[in-house]
């Protein structure tokens, strides 16, 4: 049983730091694309961040580029993201994903192109 279990979200002011983890269980993750996703009140869930299976390739949206960084501890199975000078629009529930039909060589941007996904952590952004 595959499970994606997230962790490090919270309450931060303007500007401030996050890091997110994501530890992922049920199957060696090595060799799959995997990413982070948000979604705010009254909003459909936006892709983050994604990162292909070794690390070669990232991809970010336009409005984090330069703040958010993904990495991976491929020993603990375990995805971050690393979250710099916050905004309040950054206000959303974060979920990690990942995409485990084939090797994860690409770079994916949709909802639909991943195959499990974490419960979610809250980050709330205050200004």
């Known amino acids: 049983q595959v499970q994606l279990v997230e962790s490090g979200g919270g309450l931060v002011q303007a500007g401030g730091s996050l890091r997110l983890s994501c530890v992922a269980s049920?199957?060696?993750?090595?060799?799959?694309?995997m990413g982070w996703f948000r979604q705010a009140p009254g909003k459909e869930r936006e892709f983050v961040a994604v990162?292909?299976?070794?690390?070669?390739?990232?991809l970010y949206t336009d409005s984090v580029k330069g703040r958010f960084t993904i990495s991976r501890d491929y020993a603990k199975s375990t995805l971050y993201l690393g979250m710099g000078l916050l905004q309040p629009q950054d206000t959303a529930v974060y979920y990690c994903?990942?995409?485990?039909?084939?090797?994860?060589?690409?770079?994916?941007?949709?909802?639909?192109?991943?195959?499990?996904w974490g419960q979610g952590t809250q980050v709330t952004v205050s200004s």
């Open positions: 994903a990942v995409r485990t039909r084939d090797n994860g060589v690409h770079e994916y941007v949709r909802s639909e192109d991943y195959d499990y």
């Open positions: 049920g199957r060696t993750f090595n060799t799959y694309s």
């Open positions: 990162m292909n299976w070794n690390g070669g390739r990232t």
